[in-house]
Structures are given as structure tokens and as C-alpha cells.
């Protein structure tokens, strides 16, 4: 027996099978802390921040997700979550509805934008200093079920019951034409849900005669690689590939297209900057590299990395890289992140300081590969989609008063009131794009923002006439997406962004 027990030592697979594991000297050292620690612990908190350190030594995107986030997390890439469909916000101590979802549970109830949410069920929700976290707790709840709400409208309290239902969370932000045969498509994430809404669009758009597409992906944070790759098979013919992932324990994987696009003619311009990542890059580089798309902006934030979600037992989520993207040349896309990742944050932060947003010069990725597309146009690999145009960030700056009229949101707050004590002025506009023609902001509206903002404790009485300028246009954006969410706000704002005119400039006449 103790010869036995010696030569356990010299055996090839003692060390895997016998000995203990890393993970349990873990649980080992965890037990001891809460067990014999000399005052109380959270150890579920120390258990957390021991994983975040081991994800800390990997790569920047791979991350652990408590139980209590994955809700919310899971429901964005999902593209719905379950409630009555209302946006709201809490002013002067009393929840008011923004907008009613169109078609929603709370529209088909009856509720309207100006409504004062007072009491839900048997909790007052008024002057007790309620949290946006408590109200979304109360109305929130499974499909089906049935919330009692009472309203404050008109001076009166009103009773309401409201059955709960799916609300989607939309990856399409707006999808319109811009001239007779120019169609816009803004995505603002690749969710479940967005191949569905982008086809909406586009066949809604060419059903209109569009001929030229500008399709805007900036600040698209990207999203599930599933849902990209079927957008660019509607732009690209035959069986190309689109892109492949490999990694060390996953093997090379392809997706090449499958079927007949519905776009592959046509003029094609992708917008993209520094806050376009992921699944966004993927289309965008397919779409370079097959010489079928234009990209115009600033280069992209340089994500290249693909992450699978894998569910723990106590109900948190690990999401974890286990591959690399890669371009159909070959290109990866990942920007470099040996040195931490603190200043892998900092990377979009240091492109502004050397220069990089506002100068075409500096905008070339650092050590970047360079790869030939078909038709001979070099592409560089190494830290993101590097525009074929380039166009500046806008540097101009502007008065610090203006920053505070947004820090302590009371234009937010002017735009709401505005609209609801003026709401039979704005109904006589048909649709966002009739309200961007024909709608102008008065002096009298502007001095009304002056005399609420200096309530507000905030002086915007003698502003610069540019400042003054752009505070009337941010008032005419706002105004429309009050009333058609981000759709209104993009027609608006479209109408004056030097990204759109260069797109509109280089796809020629009309």
C-alpha cells in the first residue's frame, strides 16, 4: 500500500485525475472566507469580482453577467420585453407619459402622452420620491396579465386597466426616402429582430422607386453575426463569402451567400464612425471588399471578435470569445488590445487627440495590413473599416450652457410641456417628413425655452448667435421625435448632416 501511494506520484495522469483542481482551491479559499472571516462578507460579491479579474487577463469582451442584469441584457438582443408599452419619465417628483406605443397594450386602454401615472395597482406613485427602476418593476409583467393604473388627466383622476403584451424594442431607427429614388435605412443593433424590420423596410422603399441606398449604421454597436450576414446576402449575387470565424477551439467556419438579394443592384453607401462595431463591421467590410458598397465616415471602432453566451447555474451568464471574424480577404478587424484594457477604452479617445476625427491624413489604422479588393482598391486589417470617404467630426465647439440644458435634461423637459399644452398645433401635420418641410420654431418658442430654462437655473439668454441656431434646431428634432419617436428626429436632423450630403453628393444626380 504505501508503495501504491508513492508511485501514484510518478504516473502520467496523476496530475490531471488526483491532485485538486484550480476551481476547487477557489471554492476552497471562498468557504474559508465566509466560513471563519473575522467580519461579514458578501461573497457572492467577492465571487463576482474573482471572475471579472480572470476575464480581465482574456480580451475586453469577454464578460460575466450577474442573474440580476441578464434579464435586460438578453431582452435587447431579443428585441422585446414584456409590459404596456409607454415611455415616461419622473419630473418634479410625478411620472408622466412621454408617448404611447402605437397599437400597444396602454394605447388600446386609452392612455395618451401627457397622462400622470399616479398609482399602480395599490402603490401610490406620486411625491413619495419614486425611482424610474420601481415604476418599470410595477408595470412590467407576463403577457396577458392585467395592471389596474389610475391617471391623472384634465384635472381628474382616471381608472384604467391595461393587459400586458409583448413591446418590441426596435433595431430600425428610421426608414424613409430622401429624394424620389434615395432610400434611408438607419439599424442602431443587430437584435433577433433585425433582418425582419430591415427587410420591412426595404421592400417598403422599393416599393417606393428607390434606385440608391443609404444605409446608416453609425453607432451601431453591432449585435448577433446571424442577422448581418443576412443583410448582406440581399446586396451581394451568387454564393460570396461574406465572412468566416476561427479561433483555437473553434474551427473555421463560413458564411457565403445563399439566395437572390433583394438589392443587388443599385447604388449601395454604408455610413459608418467610431462607434460602429461588430456584426456592423462585418457587413460594412463584406460590402467593401466586393466593391458593393461606398462607406463614408470615420473609421469604425475595430471589433473582431465573436462572443457565445453560455447560461451558469445560479442564473447569471458567462459571454465569452471563442473566435475571431475575418473579412472575405483575410482581414481582421480586431484593434489591438495587449496593453488593458483601460486603454483599449481610451483607444477612441486618443483618436480624437492626435487627430484622427478631424483629419483624412491621420485616419490610417497603425500598422494596418493592406489587402486589394476585386476591382483594386486597397483595404487595411488590424483596427476597424477604414472609409473609402472620409468626412470630419464636427469639432466646433459650443457654449458649456448648452451642455447643462442636456446634463439636467431640460430641453427634455421643455419639449414634453411644450407639446402637450400645444398638441392641436402640431396635429396638423400629416407625417415627419411634412413636419420637417413646413414646420419652423417661432421666437415666441424660443423664448418660452429661455424663460423655462432659466427656471432651470440655467441662462441661455445670451447665447451666440450659432448657439442660438443650433439650440433651434435641436428644438425642431426634438419636436418631431415627441411625436414620431427616432423616425421624425432622423428626418429632421438628416436634412443638415454633412455625412448624408456627401453620401447624396456621390450617388449623383438625381
Known amino acids: 500500500m504505501f508503495l501504491g501511494y508513492k508511485l501514484r506520484d510518478k504516473m502520467p495522469w496523476a496530475s490531471g485525475v488526483l491532485q485538486m483542481s484550480p476551481s476547487g482551491q477557489v471554492q476552497e479559499v471562498m468557504d474559508l472566507v465566509r466560513n471563519r472571516y473575522v467580519d461579514s462578507v458578501n461573497t457572492d460579491s467577492l465571487r463576482e469580482e474573482a471572475i471579472d479579474a480572470v476575464l480581465g487577463h482574456l480580451d475586453p469582451h469577454s464578460v460575466f453577467i450577474p442573474a440580476k442584469r441578464l434579464a435586460g441584457v438578453n431582452e435587447d438582443l431579443a428585441g422585446r420585453f414584456e409590459g404596456i408599452g409607454v415611455e415616461f419619465n419622473i419630473f418634479d417628483d410625478t411620472v408622466h407619459i412621454l408617448n404611447v406605443l402605437r397599437g400597444g397594450p396602454s394605447d388600446k386602454a386609452g392612455l395618451q402622452a401627457g397622462d400622470r401615472i399616479i398609482q399602480v395597482e395599490q402603490t401610490s406613485v406620486a411625491g413619495n420620491g419614486v425611482t424610474g427602476d420601481k415604476i418599470r418593476g410595477l408595470l412590467r409583467g407576463p403577457r396577458a396579465s392585467k395592471v389596474e393604473v389610475t391617471i391623472f388627466r384634465d384635472g381628474k383622476k382616471q381608472p384604467f386597466t391595461i393587459i400586458r403584451g409583448f413591446i418590441p424594442l426596435y433595431a430600425l431607427d428610421a426608414a424613409y426616402m430622401l429624394d424620389a429614388q434615395t432610400g434611408y435605412i438607419r439599424l ?184 486589394k479588393t476585386p476591382n483594386g482598391k486597397l483595404v487595411y486589417g488590424g483596427g476597424g473599416i477604414t472609409p473609402d470617404i472620409f468626412v470630419a467630426f464636427d469639432t466646433t465647439a459650443i457654449d458649456s450652457t448648452i451642455a447643462l440644458l442636456y446634463r439636467k435634461n431640460t430641453i427634455g423637459r421643455f419639449i414634453y410641456t411644450y407639446y402637450v399644452r400645444n398638441k392641436s398645433g402640431f396635429d396638423q401635420y400629416k407625417d415627419a417628413s411634412d413636419f420637417a418641410t413646413r414646420f419652423v420654431v417661432t421666437d415666441d418658442m424660443y423664448r418660452q425655452l429661455v424663460t423655462y430654462a432659466a427656471k432651470d437655473s440655467v441662462n441661455i439668454s445670451t447665447l451666440k448667435k450659432k448657439d442660438e441656431d443650433f439650440i433651434r434646431e435641436r428644438l425642431k428634432s426634438l419636436s418631431a421625435r415627441q411625436i414620431w419617436r427616432t423616425e421624425g428626429f432622423y428626418e429632421v436632423t438628416n436634412a443638415d448632416d454633412p455625412v448624408i450630403k456627401k453620401a447624396i453628393e456621390i450617388q449623383g444626380p438625381k
Open 188 to 371: 442602431n443593433k443587430f437584435s433577433e429582430t433585425a433582418f425582419e424590420e430591415f427587410m420591412e423596410a426595404l421592400e417598403k422603399l422599393k416599393g417606393k422607386g428607390m434606385t440608391k441606398l443609404i444605409f446608416d449604421l453609425r453607432e451601431n454597436g453591432g449585435g448577433i453575426l446571424d442577422e448581418a450576414v443576412e443583410m448582406a446576402d440581399e446586396f451581394l449575387s451568387g454564393d460570396k463569402l461574406i465572412v468566416y470565424t476561427e479561433g483555437v477551439n473553434h474551427p473555421r467556419r463560413e458564411y457565403k451567400c445563399r439566395r437572390r438579394g433583394l438589392f443587388e443592384e443599385g447604388q449601395l453607401v454604408m455610413l459608418l464612425n467610431e462607434g460602429s462595431a461588430s456584426a456592423s463591421e462585418v457587413l460594412a467590410g463584406a460590402l467593401q471588399e466586393w466593391d458593393r458598397a461606398t462607406i463614408i465616415g470615420r473609421r469604425s471602432f475595430g471589433k473582431g471578435l465573436v462572443q457565445e453566451q453560455y447560461n451558469l447555474s445560479d442564473g447569471a451568464a458567462l459571454r465569452l470569445t471563442v473566435a475571431r471574424y475575418y473579412t472575405p480577404l483575410g482581414r481582421s478587424i480586431q484593434k489591438p488590445y495587449e496593453n488593458g484594457i483601460s486603454e483599449y477604452n481610451d483607444e477612441i479617445l486618443d483618436r480624437y487627440h492626435r487627430g484622427e476625427l478631424s483629419s483624412k491624413d491621420s485616419s490610417k489604422i497603425p500598422n494596418g495590413k493592406a489587402y
